[in-house]
């Protein structure tokens, strides 16, 4: 079973490799396979150790000479080490470089790909991997199987927890491989990175989301000064952004930012599964809304049922 482990332009790998590192040596408990990262690069010193000491069997790399990413030298160089050593399950992080690395690779094994991704498990009696992910416009939580090999899958950022720092004292076996004859001749040579000066709602350890109950700009102000009073950061639902009520950065969901902060306040949100997908994973989640029977509320550790035009400024005075 082998995790993609996303590299940055500086060398360090991202954090989303550990998260599916952990679900991986989970899923191989299960499945009785060994488990691999391959990194396409040239990951730094202190990454690298990091990432044998993980607790994965194998840690492989493909030195490219340069951290620029080159979807299809990368894609090729993990499909030449995939037909080599035939893993059973590629994961990968469902990021900007994922989801142009992934499909490619699936492509170049002949093999099918399930994206986003906010479950997975393997199935008792056939030993293959089930891959939960929103479906139908987010409506309901379909289970898929791939019947070709490698069952590749991708993961948004957040959804699952990467493994506290342990000393296991085991270190992993490590194998430097080189695909450079059946690189592409497409190359990059340089690169511009983009600076957001922007709040990141994926690291906020507070986030408070709008939905559509807000009603219109000055309800979203009332939410956006709960979020400053408490130190945390603002968010919205899809229909949020999609009215123009606040800029897609904000966006927590399927399609947007999957957040796992300490304390979730949702806003008038209703709670559809695409939306749930994204902040499932909160610590603790306060949901306000004037319907009981939200399924936001039904979720939620505390439900204030109720008219939040009224509760939010009550809870902005109270901080």
Known sequence: MWVIAESKSCGEICGTAYELIAKALKLSESSGTGTAAVCVGVPDANSLNKLKSSG????????????FFEDERFAESIAVLSRKYKPSVILGPATARGRALMPRIAVKLKTGLTADCTGLEIQAESGKLLQTRPAFGGNLLATIICESFPQMATVRPH?????????????????????????????????????NKGENIADAQIVVCAGMGV????????????AKKLGGALAGSRPVVDNGLLEYSRQVGQTGTTVH?????????????QHLAGMQGSDFIIAINSDPDAHIMKIADIALCGDLNDIVPELITVF
Do not use: H, M
């Open 261 to 273: 902060p300490n304390i979730y306040i949702a806003c008038g949100v209703s709670g559809s599964v």
């Open 159 to 195: 959804v699952f927890a990467p493994n506290a720092p342990q000393s296991t004292g085991k270190t992993a076996e490590f194998v430097e491989f080189d695909a450079s004859e059946s690189w592409p001749s497409k190359r990059i040579i340089s690169e511009t990175p983009f600076e």
């Open 56 to 67: 994965v069997d194998c840690v492989y790399v493909s030195n490219t000479g340069s951290n």
């Open 215 to 226: 009603g219109n700009s000055e309800g979203i102000k009332k939410v956006e000064t709960l």
